[in-house]
């Protein structure tokens, strides 16, 4: 018989809430075994127990008032009788972490190197010396060039994916048995999303490593993990070989997910052309030879360089492109957020400059956008009295209105943003931008942060609300099946400058530029034989 290296039987998790003695389950009666070598997912919406549950590995909830049930044992040891020795053991040396956010999982204060290193030293007898040696050694592993030099590099320094991989590093840093990768991928674009799968498949390969993955995404999973475990409201829904599951799922909630996600290859619903957005109708924006720039000197680079584009009344263009290829600033300056170096942004055929009413912008982030201190109400009608509307009662009601256009109930008008999930909070940001009644609006990575069926449904209203009034959408996005679902035409932008441009079937179906290509082979596969494939064939690019 296998020896098991994780051991959960019927798992169950209470937090603390409200009154005293006052607890909610989050995780109820969950029991699943991972082999060594072995990689298993785990998958479900926001708020079904994912991440509680790969807490509960590590004992992470200890000290935090929650009240956990049944028993869990990784690497031989008894997470929930262990003393603060055997944890402090467990941690970092039988199983490490890998978390969604690595900014916030590393020190900005420190060089990257001296964190690992740190780590090592923490879980072993090694000295100063060979805690550095082996930081720059497990970095030159995960793929960071020139691992000596950029060691001693703080996290600001490293890229999005970089910091990924020195997470990853971190964690490989005293040889763990057990990796716990939570949402390692949620705010990387598709290219090196897949190199960071690549990377933790690698490892298993080479280490017989033990992978959990949590993911929201069941393309991340389908081509990284060889068994599902599907999660709904804290409970078990389904279980099963990754292949079986994903071709005959039994459960309805498991097909409904699938069903959810955006597929390159699914058929596009067709669109309907408001009046008024006829191919020769006059533009809602126009961007002509757009350029913006950064830094000083010698570091000066181009964000933006020589970007020209259209954008009509009921018609969504799709930007696309890697970390850095200048969407986000592109998309600030269409709306005066940025002013452009060269060249002009026009609207309604006449140059403007500076933030107007009729351009407004949909952020990744509803937190931070969004002020913790003032009430969504307040944040949806903060465009309005700018507008300067004086009457209280006629602000509140159209407030009111915004609040239910998107799905929302107005009576939580004095509620703060902190009393919402995050698909409802980005509803919130979507009222607040209808408040003003813009002819465009720009969504800069508005579900790139929400799980598969809140995805399906932040689009719809989008879809809905052009629909109804005609607006000019620019979606800018990582996520290239999202793109194809809800785009007339597409955008592709590397490094600044725009490589390819026009309906969205004939780009994604008939690619000119190799970048273009690049990117859609990078997208996660729904069938793991072809994740498979994909997989080797980057192994032999790059070999």
């Given at each position: 018989?296998?020896?098991?290296?994780?051991?959960?039987?019927?798992?169950?998790?209470?937090?603390?809430?409200?009154?005293?003695?006052?607890?909610?389950?989050?995780?109820?009666?969950?029991?699943?075994?991972?082999?060594?070598?072995?990689?298993?997912?785990?998958?479900?919406?926001?708020?079904?127990?994912?991440?509680?549950?790969?807490?509960?590995?590590?004992?992470?909830?200890?000290?935090?008032?929650?009240?956990?049930?049944?028993?869990?044992?990784?690497?031989?040891?008894?997470?929930?009788?262990?003393?603060?020795?055997?944890?402090?053991?467990?941690?970092?040396?039988?199983?490490?972490?890998?978390?969604?956010?690595?900014?916030?999982?590393?020190?900005?204060?420190?060089?990257?190197?001296?964190?690992?290193?740190?780590?090592?030293?923490?879980?072993?007898?090694?000295?100063?010396?060979?805690?550095?040696?082996?930081?720059?050694?497990?970095?030159?592993?995960?793929?960071?060039?020139?691992?000596?030099?950029?060691?001693?590099?703080?996290?600001?320094?490293?890229?999005?994916?970089?910091?990924?991989?020195?997470?990853?590093?971190?964690?490989?840093?005293?040889?763990?048995?057990?990796?716990?990768a939570d949402e390692p991928t949620t705010a990387l674009d598709v290219t090196v999303?897949?190199?960071?799968?690549?990377?933790?498949?690698?490892?298993?390969?080479?280490?017989?490593?033990?992978?959990?993955?949590?993911?929201?995404?069941?393309?991340?999973?389908?081509?990284?993990?060889?068994?599902?475990?599907?999660?709904?409201?804290?409970?078990?829904?389904?279980?099963?070989?990754?292949?079986?599951?994903?071709?005959?799922?039994?459960?309805?909630?498991?097909?409904?997910?699938?069903?959810?996600?955006?597929?390159?290859?699914?058929?596009?619903?067709?669109?309907?052309?408001?009046?008024?957005?006829?191919?020769?109708?006059?533009?809602?924006?126009?961007?002509?030879?757009?350029?913006?720039?950064?830094?000083?000197?010698?570091?000066?680079?181009?964000?933006?360089?020589?970007?020209?584009?259209?954008?009509?009344?009921?018609?969504?263009?799709?930007?696309?492109?890697?970390?850095?290829?200048?969407?986000?600033?592109?998309?600030?300056?269409?709306?005066?957020?940025?002013?452009?170096?060269?060249?002009?942004?026009?609207?309604?055929?006449?140059?403007?400059?500076?933030?107007?009413?009729?351009?407004?912008?949909?952020?990744?982030?509803?937190?931070s956008s969004l002020n913790p201190r003032r009430s969504v109400g307040e944040s949806i009608?903060?465009?309005?009295?700018?507008?300067?509307?004086?009457?209280?009662?006629?602000?509140?009601?159209?407030?009111?209105?915004?609040?239910?256009?998107?799905?929302?109930?107005?009576?939580?008008?004095?509620?703060?943003?902190?009393?919402?999930?995050?698909?409802?909070?980005?509803?919130?940001?979507?009222?607040?931008?209808?408040?003003?009644?813009?002819?465009?609006?720009?969504?800069?990575?508005?579900?790139?942060?929400?799980?598969?069926?809140?995805?399906?449904?932040?689009?719809?209203?989008?879809?809905?609300?052009?629909?109804?009034?005609?607006?000019?959408?620019?979606?800018?996005?990582?996520?290239?099946?999202?793109?194809?679902?809800?785009?007339?035409?597409?955008?592709?932008?590397?490094?600044?400058?725009?490589?390819?441009?026009?309906?969205?079937?004939?780009?994604?179906?008939?690619?000119?530029?190799?970048?273009?290509?690049?990117?859609?082979?990078?997208?996660?596969?729904?069938?793991?034989?072809?994740?498979?494939?994909?997989?080797?064939?980057?192994?032999?690019?790059?070999?």
């Amino acid at each position: 018989m296998t020896h098991l290296l994780v051991e959960v039987d019927g798992l169950t998790v209470d937090f603390p809430v409200g009154a005293p003695g006052a607890y909610v389950r989050a995780v109820d009666g969950i029991s699943f075994t991972l082999e060594p070598g072995r990689a298993l997912g785990l998958v479900g919406e926001s708020g079904s127990g994912k991440s509680t549950v790969a807490a509960a590995l590590l004992g992470l909830h200890r000290g935090t008032g929650a009240r956990l049930g049944g028993a869990v044992r990784v690497g031989g040891t008894d997470v929930g009788s262990a003393g603060p020795g055997e944890l402090r053991a467990l941690r970092g040396g039988v199983a490490a972490m890998v978390f969604q956010d690595p900014l916030s999982s590393l020190d900005p204060y420190h060089a990257i190197g001296d964190q690992i290193a740190e780590v090592h030293r923490i879980h072993t007898a090694a000295s100063r010396r060979a805690a550095r040696a082996r930081a720059v050694q497990v970095l030159d592993r995960v793929g960071i060039p020139d691992a000596v030099r950029r060691s001693r590099a703080r996290p600001h320094e490293f890229s999005g994916g970089m910091r990924q991989r020195a997470l990853i590093a971190m964690a490989l840093a005293c040889e763990p048995r057990l990796l716990i990768a939570d949402e390692p991928t949620t705010a990387l674009d598709v290219t090196v999303q897949a190199q960071i799968l690549d990377l933790l498949h690698g490892l298993r390969e080479e280490r017989g490593l033990g992978l959990l993955l949590v993911t929201h995404d069941v393309g991340v999973a389908a081509g990284s993990v060889d068994d599902l475990l599907v999660l709904r409201d804290g409970a078990a829904v389904e279980r099963g070989p990754v292949h079986r599951l994903l071709a005959r799922p039994a459960a309805p909630y498991t097909r409904a997910l699938l069903a959810a996600v955006p597929r390159l290859d699914a058929p596009r619903t067709p669109r309907p052309r408001p009046t008024g957005s006829a191919p020769g109708s006059a533009p809602v924006v126009e961007a002509r030879a757009l350029r913006r720039e950064f830094g000083r000197g010698r570091r000066r680079v181009a964000a933006v360089d020589g970007v020209s584009l259209t954008v009509r009344a009921g018609e969504t263009l799709g930007i696309v492109g890697e970390s850095g290829s200048g969407k986000s600033t592109l998309g600030r300056m269409l709306v005066g957020l940025l002013e452009p170096g060269e060249g002009q942004v026009r609207r309604g055929g006449a140059e403007v400059t500076g933030i107007t009413p009729g351009a407004q912008m949909v952020f990744q982030d509803p937190v931070s956008s969004l002020n913790p201190r003032r009430s969504v109400g307040e944040s949806i009608a903060d465009p309005l009295r700018a507008a300067g509307q004086r009457d209280e009662a006629a602000v509140r009601a159209r407030v009111g209105e915004l609040l239910t256009r998107v799905g929302l109930d107005p009576a939580h008008y004095d509620r703060y943003p902190h009393e919402f999930s995050g698909g409802q909070r980005q509803r919130v940001g979507i009222a607040r931008a209808l408040a003003p009644g813009p002819s465009l609006i720009v969504c800069d990575e508005p579900v790139s942060a929400l799980d598969v069926t809140t995805q399906a449904q932040v689009t719809a209203l989008l879809a809905e609300i052009q629909r109804e009034s005609g607006i000019a959408l620019v979606f800018i996005a990582h996520d290239l099946a999202v793109v194809r679902q809800v785009s007339d035409r597409v955008a592709v932008m590397r490094r600044g400058r725009m490589v390819e441009e026009g309906p969205v079937d004939e780009v994604y179906d008939r690619p000119a530029h190799p970048y273009t290509r690049q990117l859609l082979d990078a997208v996660p596969a729904l069938d793991p034989e072809l994740a498979a494939e994909r997989r080797s064939a980057r192994r032999e690019v790059f070999a």
